[in-house]
């Protein structure tokens, strides 16, 4: 693993399963990979540690002056998507008044809770807690964590947290579109020819990598708890290339995170 010294020629990696075909069989002359959950990598790219990456779609947004798109490539989701959920001791509609305790890992998911409590469920919890060690009303989980939680439960633990949501299903049900978590970008001062040349390797490590989404679920299984097949299935439900309605999602994402900074200003 590449140390943070060197931060010219970091690209960032979330280490979760869902990002795993940009990967697997990516290489890249002169490019080292660093590991950072989504928040972190946010972070990391505001101190200019890094030249690219899969960026939470919310720190791109407040980063949009100094990295743009790298090509087509994000992580979204139309519907369910299995690994951003909000386990709950009671109902949604009863959390007006709770507190949530929220993942330290988490920049858009966090968000888009946010969103959907205030205009979708109409609820008002009393407080956010970033970091789930301690009991409180509900918890929220993403990625890899995510998916272990919902196979302990599958196997019937998380009994103090009989309800779980499914962020991504939410968001499908209210806005129809699909959700964007993340987008590939790169900085904006980066050379042409080499942003040229590093979205032509993530473009061939994609394609080899979506090949390898059964051998990929395999080796995973045991340590997430779940079936290969059902981790494969998992895989194959990520728009990995965005299209018109991917951004269409994106754009009304934007515009509700918008209109509550006006409201809290």
Not at 125 to 151: C, F, K, Q, V, Y
Not at 160 to 184: C, H, I, T
Not at 204 to 212: I, M
Request: aromatic share 10%.
């Amino acid at each position: 693993m590449s140390s943070p010294s060197t931060t010219s020629t970091l690209i960032a990696r979330i280490p979760y399963l869902n990002t795993e075909p940009f990967y697997r069989t990516f290489q890249a002359a002169g490019y080292e990979l660093l590991d950072l959950p989504p928040r972190q990598l946010g972070e990391a790219a505001a101190r200019g540690r890094v030249v690219a990456g899969p960026m939470s779609l919310v720190d791109w947004i407040y980063l949009e002056d100094r990295f743009e798109p790298l090509g087509p490539y994000g992580i979204a989701a139309a519907g369910a998507v299995r690994s951003v959920l909000l386990f709950s001791r009671r109902p949604i509609e009863e959390l007006t008044g709770g507190t949530i305790s929220i993942t330290e890992d988490t920049s858009t998911s966090v968000r888009l809770l946010e969103i959907l409590c205030r205009d979708y469920w109409g609820i008002r919890p009393a407080s956010w807690r970033r970091g789930t060690e301690e009991p409180t009303d509900a918890m929220l989980l993403i990625g890899d964590a995510a998916l272990r939680a919902r196979g302990e439960r599958e196997k019937g633990c998380l009994n103090d947290y009989p309800v779980m949501v499914d962020l991504s299903a939410a968001w499908y049900e209210w806005q129809e579109k699909p959700f964007v978590f993340a987008l590939w970008v790169v900085r904006k001062d980066l050379p042409l020819e080499e942003k040229t040349v590093l979205a032509m390797r993530f473009e061939d490590a994609l394609y080899e990598g979506l090949k390898q989404i059964p051998a990929i679920a395999m080796e995973r299984s045991v340590d997430l708890g779940l079936p290969a097949a059902d981790l494969e299935q998992y895989l194959r439900h990520f728009r990995y290339r965005l299209g018109p309605e991917d951004w269409e999602g994106l754009n009304i994402f934007r515009r509700l995170i918008d209109r509550g900074a006006h409201t809290r200003g």
